[in-house]
């Protein structure tokens, strides 16, 4: 893959990667750049805002459709197809949010669009309002980020003093407010009814959909348009390359470019963006990554943050063809897109490739899943409330040398019991992981169980645990 012209000539403090294709992070530790307007404008910035305002709304949602770009957040649904979910014959105000609480484990990507790059986000932000009607707009920052916070408020100032912002903006009649709100650190503030709640001033406990589709009954029940970071960035660059042409990045149904944020037991872990579908597992992990550490090999790949599923570096996939016909795919050939990922049994998810190489235990590994995903429930729903706890309690037995085999199959049991019977995708994503591991990971786990564990005198929380699950 060879660099654009422009690409080619600028210079940066990490240097790109022959295999990426830098789009939203073209700014990101470039040497010479900072997060000012006077910067940006230098570069061309907000002329793709100048060119949407003379098109119709409905025209620049009908290219951001034709782009197929899908949702950098999590999900990966259609960020077109969902903006046209807006009720047709509304009558109520429209809002805009963009989700930056990047809290999912593994994902680091918007912070860097936040501290070194504000306005590209604002840009997008701006036209996406345009095209959905929106004349007041929230970005929902975690806590943790306190210097984005400054940095993004600082780039609306001066967003509004060259008009930009506010009333009649660009002399158009369009009037726009953009205001920054700073969530308390919660992962739940993630999804996105979560975040609307909490966004209202109340607990953020998690919206039951259907009926409340933020496009539908969202922010004070009223139409809202929820989009993460790196979308947002997107949407200016459809505009300026048109849907078709953004089209021709990336493989089909997976278009475009993606920031890939890599941790864990690899040489150069970092951020890294390519064009969807166009890198491979292998070249991400050696050619991208350097390899695992000197004298380790690569175990297995958290690909989409810490809620996806696992995957062993020693498993091949047979996968179905558009024309019906059957494939065989070996990991090290899984190409980094949403649907070839999916079709193996995990997520691209938010783009957080965690590695984890043979010196992890896995109980070890899971049970730092799980700590996590206990303190963070929000609490609303009864399975995740008490099941994520649970299956903390169980893995805290299990790195302690103090489980059982059978609790293996208590903690199977607790994980497919919270799959599917939340209110929110939280409850998936605190038992995906749990029930992954188990299924690919099963005799290294029960390897470090000891069958006298359940007589131990010291454990009777675990010994009372186990008399009333005997009884169902």
Not at 452 to 462: C, S, V
Request: proline letters at 6%; aromatic letters at 8%.
């Amino acid at each position: 893959m060879s660099f654009d012209p422009i690409m080619s000539a600028i210079t940066y403090t990490k240097p790109p990667h022959p295999l990426e294709t830098r789009l939203i992070f073209k700014n990101v530790d470039r040497e010479g750049w900072n997060p000012s307007i006077g910067r940006y404008l230098e570069d061309g910035g907000y002329e793709q805002l100048r060119k949407a305002v003379k098109m119709e709304p409905k025209a620049i949602t009908e290219e951001v459709k034709k782009s197929g770009l899908r949702g950098r957040g999590g999900a990966g649904f259609p960020t077109g197809v969902k903006w046209t979910f807006i009720p047709p014959n509304n009558t109520k105000p429209v809002y805009l949010i963009c989700n930056a609480d990047e809290s999912e484990p593994g994902t680091f990507k918007d912070r860097y669009i936040l501290h070194q790059d504000p306005h590209q986000m604002l840009e997008g932000m701006i036209i996406s309002c345009f095209a959905v009607g929106a004349h007041i707009a929230y970005i929902y920052i975690r806590e943790e980020f306190p210097e984005a916070a400054k940095i993004v408020e600082k780039a609306i100032e001066e967003a509004r003093e060259h008009n930009f912002l506010g009333k009649n903006l660009l002399d158009t009649g369009f009037d726009l407010e953009i205001y920054v709100h700073r969530g308390a650190g919660a992962y739940i503030c993630g999804e996105e009814t979560g975040l609307i709640e909490s966004l209202e001033g109340k607990r953020p406990y998690p919206r039951i959909k259907p009926p409340y589709f933020p496009a539908a009954l969202g922010l004070y029940m009223c139409p809202t348009i929820v989009n993460n970071v790196e979308s947002l960035c997107h949407v200016k660059h459809v505009i300026e390359m048109g849907g078709d042409g953004y089209a021709k990045l990336g493989a089909p149904r997976n278009t475009g470019t993606r920031i890939l944020c890599v941790s864990g037991d690899v040489k150069k872990p970092g951020y890294f963006e390519i064009e969807v579908g166009k890198v491979t597992m292998r070249e991400l992990l050696y050619d991208m990554c350097g390899g695992p550490k000197d004298g380790r090999g690569i175990k297995a790949v958290i690909p989409g943050g810490s809620s996806s599923k696992i995957l062993r570096a020693d498993e091949s996939y047979k996968l179905r063809n558009p024309d019906g016909s059957e494939r065989e795919l070996g990991f090290w050939d899984i190409p980094m897109d949403f649907d070839t990922l999916a079709a193996c049994g995990s997520m691209a998810g938010s783009g957080g490739v965690i590695v984890i190489d043979d010196s992890r235990r896995i109980s070890w590994v899971l049970n730092n899943i799980n700590a996590f995903y206990a303190h963070e429930s929000c609490g609303q729903c009864t399975p995740c409330r008490e099941g994520s706890t649970w299956m903390q309690k169980i893995t805290d037995r299990l790195v302690e040398g103090k489980a059982t085999p059978r609790d293996i199959e208590t903690l199977e049991s607790v994980a497919f019991q919270i799959d599917g019977r939340t209110i929110c995708a939280f409850g998936e994503a605190s038992s995906w992981p749990v029930e992954a591991i188990i299924a690919k990971f099963r005799d290294e786990l029960i390897a470090d169980t000891c069958e006298d564990a359940g007589k131990d005198p010291k454990n009777p929380e675990a010994e009372a645990q186990r008399r009333y699950l005997a009884a169902y």
